[in-house]
């Protein structure tokens, strides 16, 4: 994988759940990085698709989809 800090070793995988502040997905593709960086861990497409999201004056609130 190439990134903004070269080319890194990374792994596709598919975690069982993934849950933010109680919103829960199952089964969600992920991309694990080999090394110490991004420090932070960034929520993709492959979960936020899964749930309800609505911003309001920029603000994004995320919610169990129905």
Known sequence: MVT???E???KNITLTEVSVGGVKAPN???TV???NYPMEILLGMSFLSEVSM???GGVL???QRR
């Open 28 to 30: 969600v593709a992920a």
């Open 61 to 63: 609130t995320l919610s």
């Open 54 to 56: 609505k911003n309001e």
């Open 33 to 35: 990085i080999e090394g």
């Open 8 to 10: 890194v070793d990374a």
């Open 4 to 6: 903004a800090q070269g």
